[in-house]
C-alpha cells in the first residue's frame, strides 16, 4: 500500500475556492503532511463472507426490521433493504410545525432505511461484480422513485453509504442508507442555487462546463516579473476514470485528500432520469475508481453520497443547470480545530498530484 502522506516535491500553499459553491474554500498546504499527526486510523477489513451474528447475513432476515425490497425477490436475495432500526426521521408520528420567537421548527417527517448492499459480508465495492454494483445503482433510482411518490411532502432523498467507524458505520457488513426528508439539506440547496446563478449569466450548465475543462483545457501560467513557469495546467489532469457515459473526476478544490466525484458525461439534472442501460457503465467507472482508491489508500474509511435535483416546486426551472453526480470522499485525516472553527478545509495532498497517482493504478 502506497503512503498517502507523502511529502510534496514542490510544497504547495494556496486558498482554492469551489466553483460550484464559492462560500466553500478549501486551503491545500502539502507541508502539513510532513507534522507528526494521528491520522484516521484504516479501517479493519472483516472479509469473511458470512458472520453468524450479524444481522444482515443471509440467514438472519429475523433480526432485521421489516423488509421494504429484495432482489431478487424470492430465494437467495442478494440485496435486501430494511426499515432503519433507528431513523433519524420517521413516519410514525406527526406533529404541527410552531414558531416561538426566533426559533422555528419543522415536523421530523420522513423515512430511513438501509439497503444491505451484498449478502457477503465483508466484500468491499470494488471487489463486488460490475451487474451487481448496476443493479445497486438500480435499487437506488427505484426507491427515490417510490419514495417521492409516496408523499409530496417529501422534498429531497439522500442516498449514502458510511464504511468505517469514523464514517458514521455502525454495521460492518456493506450497506448504504437512504433518507428522505421535507428539507432540501444546506449543501445540496447551495450547489442548486449557486448552479443556478450560474446558469441565468453564462447559460451553461457550470459542471458541464467542468467536465469540458477537465478534458480539453490546458495552459501554462507565467510569474509576471520572472518569466517562470507558474503552473501547467494540462488535458485530462483531474480526470481520474472515464467510461462512455459517465467520468470520476478530482475536483480542483477537494476538501478531502482523495475526493473524487462522479458525473454523467451528458447533462442530466435527476438521478432517477438515469437510463437502465447506462447503469452498467456507472456501475463500471465506480468499481474501477474504488480500486484505484483502495490501491492508493488501502482500507481507508469512506463516505459517499447521492446529490441530485430536489424535487420541490422549482424542479423543473432547476432541470437546465444542476447536474446530479456522486461525491466520494475517504477519511484519511481527523478535522483540526482550525477546520472546525473557520469552516475551511485543509487539504494536506496536492490535489493534481493525487489525480495523478490515481491514474497510474493499474487495473
Not at 408523499?151 to 469514523?166: H, M, S
Not at 447559460?203 to 507565467?222: G, K, P, Q, S, V
Not at 424542479?315 to 447536474?323: D, K, L, M, T, V
Amino acid at each position: 500500500m502506497s503512503e498517502p502522506n507523502t511529502p510534496e516535491s514542490n510544497e504547495v500553499r494556496e486558498i482554492r475556492t469551489n466553483p460550484i459553491v464559492p462560500s466553500e474554500s478549501v486551503l491545500v498546504a502539502t507541508a502539513r503532511s510532513m507534522r507528526p499527526k494521528k491520522a484516521e486510523e484504516l479501517a479493519p477489513r472483516d472479509t469473511r463472507k458470512h458472520v453468524e451474528t450479524c444481522p444482515f447475513c443471509r440467514g438472519n432476515e429475523h433480526k432485521t426490521p421489516p423488509l421494504i425490497l429484495a432482489v431478487p425477490p424470492e430465494g437467495d436475495w442478494n440485496i435486501r433493504m430494511v426499515e432503519n432500526l433507528y431513523p433519524v426521521l420517521g413516519d410514525d408520528r406527526s406533529q404541527a410545525n410552531f414558531t416561538f420567537g426566533l426559533q422555528q421548527t419543522i415536523d421530523g417527517y420522513g423515512r430511513h432505511e438501509v439497503i444491505i448492499d451484498h449478502h457477503e459480508h465483508g466484500i468491499a465495492i470494488h471487489e463486488m461484480a460490475e451487474d451487481h454494483l448496476a443493479t445497486l445503482f438500480g435499487v437506488y433510482q427505484l426507491r427515490m422513485r417510490q419514495l417521492f411518490a409516496l408523499d409530496e411532502r417529501l422534498k429531497y432523498v439522500l442516498v449514502f453509504k458510511n464504511f468505517g467507524p469514523a464514517a458514521g458505520a455502525s454495521i460492518p457488513h456493506t450497506h448504504s442508507q437512504v433518507i428522505a426528508m421535507p428539507v432540501v439539506p444546506e449543501n445540496v440547496d447551495a450547489e442548486v442555487k449557486n448552479s443556478a446563478a450560474h446558469f441565468a449569466k453564462h447559460h451553461h450548465c457550470i459542471f458541464c462546463a467542468l467536465i469540458d475543462e477537465a478534458l480539453t483545457f490546458e495552459a501554462t501560467i507565467y510569474d509576471r516579473s520572472s518569466g517562470a513557469v507558474r503552473r501547467k495546467i494540462n488535458v485530462g489532469q483531474y480526470v481520474v476514470e472515464r467510461g462512455e457515459k459517465f467520468i470520476a473526476i478530482k475536483p480542483f478544490a477537494s476538501r478531502y485528500e482523495w475526493e473524487v466525484h462522479i458525473l454523467p458525461l451528458e447533462h442530466q439534472a435527476d438521478f432517477v432520469d438515469v437510463r437502465a442501460e447506462d447503469m452498467a457503465d456507472l456501475a463500471r467507472v465506480m468499481k474501477r475508481t474504488m480500486a484505484r482508491l483502495d490501491a492508493v489508500i488501502g482500507g481507508a474509511q469512506y463516505n459517499f453520497f447521492l446529490h441530485s435535483v430536489p424535487h420541490d416546486a422549482k424542479r423543473e426551472a432547476h432541470a437546465p443547470s444542476y447536474h446530479w453526480h456522486l461525491e466520494i470522499c475517504p477519511r484519511t485525516s481527523i478535522p483540526t480545530g482550525f477546520e472546525l472553527g473557520s469552516g475551511l478545509f485543509v487539504n494536506t495532498v496536492n490535489p493534481e498530484q493525487a489525480a495523478e497517482r490515481l491514474r497510474a493504478v493499474e487495473l
